[in-house]
């Protein structure tokens, strides 16, 4: 069993662009795209690895953004 060093929700996101520095740094721009819930968590190749699932958001109406 893995510690759990991770949130259990995350963001699926689309990188629009990558710049990398002179230093080694990189500037990532992205927009987040879809919710995702994580059911378990695991280990490959020195690399975290989850099984996730989509998270399905309801919209939300006007009224709910005006308070009323």
Known sequence: ILKKTFADYGTLLYIRGL???QDGRSIVDTIGQRRFHVLE???RDGYHT????????HPIEQHEFDGK
């Not at 099984?51 to 399905?56: A, C, G, N, S």
Request: proline letters at 0%; charged letters at 35%.
């Open 19 to 21: 710049v990398y520095t």
């Open 41 to 43: 968590r695991g280990m």
């Open 50 to 57: 989850a099984r996730v699932e989509l998270v399905r958001d």
